[in-house]
């Protein structure tokens, strides 16, 4: 099975950026733990650098990340500055790398999110810049979210539910990276086990399944529910003797 390690930038005493009473390492760690969730409900082994507040040097994630052997590698950040949209930087020499940071940008591009573009970044020696996409083993990349310190672009991840979208997003890029389909999450609409359940109208179905739980109203012996059938008085008076447990 495959396997995704997830860097969460900053933590503990380095907070990272901040701006407009927001502070990197709480916005990195929402998205990455929303990301972990998502990978994993897609039966992905996944490795967080943290799941709290501690913080860790990027010398012990390299570290970490290739003793656990990933097939693809990403580091969480937000950015500051005063810009305006996301960015994935990937190493120069293109190949996985590249497409992984393709992929998270374009599913983040589908949340809403403005896009800086791919990124490479080269130092003096002519090497990747970041260790974090030069040391690692894995395929790895790093995403700038959106800018903390600019007000606008923080409001599309300022709530704990675009942070899970954002988490979601990153996680669509990994999935895709890895020719993994992404399954829909489960809806909140309530199932029953009835057969005629397509005949139930959509405003009942809830209802139906909350009197089917308590045993309040049953099916009939051939797993029916018959939703369009009259109640005789005996029915009814059966429903209303659960209901008051006489
Ligand atoms: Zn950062």
């Given at each position: 099975m495959s396997k995704v390690y997830l860097g969460i930038g900053h933590g503990g005493a380095d907070s990272g950026a901040v701006g407009n009473d927001f502070e990197e390492k709480d916005l990195a760690l929402a998205?990455?733990?929303?990301?972990?969730?998502?990978?994993?409900r897609h039966g992905i082994t996944v490795m967080t650098s943290r799941t709290g507040g501690t913080d860790k040097t990027v010398a012990a994630k390299v570290k970490e990340c290739n003793t656990f052997a990933p097939a693809l590698a990403a580091d969480i950040h937000i950015n500051a500055g005063g810009g305006d949209g996301a960015e994935v930087y990937h190493t120069k020499n293109g190949g996985k790398g590249e497409t992984l940071a393709a992929n998270i940008?374009?599913?983040?591009?589908?949340?809403?999110?403005?896009?800086?573009?791919?990124?490479?970044?080269?130092?003096?020696?002519?090497?990747?810049?970041?260790?974090?996409?030069r040391?690692?083993?894995a395929p790895a990349v790093i995403v700038e979210c959106a800018f903390?310190?600019?007000?606008?672009?923080?409001a599309i991840i300022d709530t704990a539910a675009e942070q899970k979208?954002?988490?979601?997003?990153?996680?669509?890029g990994f999935l895709r990276t890895l020719g993994i389909a992404y399954k829909e999450e489960e809806?909140?609409?309530?199932?029953?086990?009835?057969?005629?359940?397509?005949?139930?109208?959509?405003?009942?179905?809830?209802?139906?399944?909350?009197?089917?739980?308590?045993?309040?109203?049953i099916g009939d012996d051939k797993g029916?529910?018959?939703?369009?059938e009259n109640v005789t008085r005996a029915e009814l008076a059966v429903a209303l003797a659960k209901i008051a447990k006489l």
């Open positions: 998205i990455g733990l929303a990301c972990r969730d998502e990978l994993q940008l374009d599913a983040i591009k589908e949340i809403g999110q403005n896009s800086r573009g791919l990124k490479t970044k080269i130092n003096s020696s002519g090497k990747d810049y970041f260790a974090f996409i040391d690692t083993a903390i310190d600019n007000k606008s672009d923080l979208a954002f988490g979601k997003a990153i996680a669509k809806t909140e609409v309530a199932k029953t086990k009835f057969k005629d359940e397509s005949e139930i109208p959509s405003w009942a179905l809830d209802s139906v399944k909350k009197v089917f739980d308590e045993g309040i109203m029916y529910f018959n939703p369009n």
